[in-house]
């Protein structure tokens, strides 16, 4: 059974930095393509960032230089270093498992995977 646990969310003012974290058990992190995924109540499921099975990373342009996705296969955990935090960076961030491919991710509008988390949620204020 994979299960995906976030954490790391909470309230910043514009400028600021937050890491979200996303422990994994059920899953090997090396073998797939996972991501984090925000949404706002109203709007459609936005891949912010997503990392392939080998190591490639790709980005939506709107956190391009700002986001970093990484993972420790060793602690089974992805991450989401978020830097210069803006107001429309404020949402539900989810980490999700098992898609297609990262660029595909950032893409799409509603990316698909077959495992999410609960969500944790990320507040920035001007």
């Known amino acids: 059974q994979v299960q995906l646990v976030e954490s790391g969310g909470g309230s910043v003012q514009s400028g600021g930095s937050l890491r979200l974290s996303c422990k994994i058990s059920?899953?090997?992190?090396?073998?797939?393509?996972m991501g984090w995924v925000r949404q706002t109540p109203g709007k459609e499921r936005e891949g912010v960032a997503a990392?392939?099975?080998?190591?490639?990373?790709s980005y939506a342009e709107s956190v391009k230089g700002r986001f970093t996705i990484s993972r420790d296969n060793a602690e089974k955990t992805l991450y989401l270093q978020m830097n210069n935090l803006k107001p429309e960076d404020t949402a539900m961030y989810y980490c999700?498992?098992?898609?297609?491919?990262?660029?595909?991710?950032?893409?799409?509008?509603?990316?698909?995977?077959?495992?999410w988390g609960q969500g944790t949620q990320v507040t920035v204020s001007s």
């Open positions: 990392i392939d099975g080998d190591g490639t990373t």
């Open positions: 059920g899953y090997t992190l090396e073998t797939g393509c």
């Open positions: 999700a498992a098992n898609c297609a491919s990262s660029w595909i991710v950032v893409a799409a509008i509603n990316p698909v995977f077959n495992y």
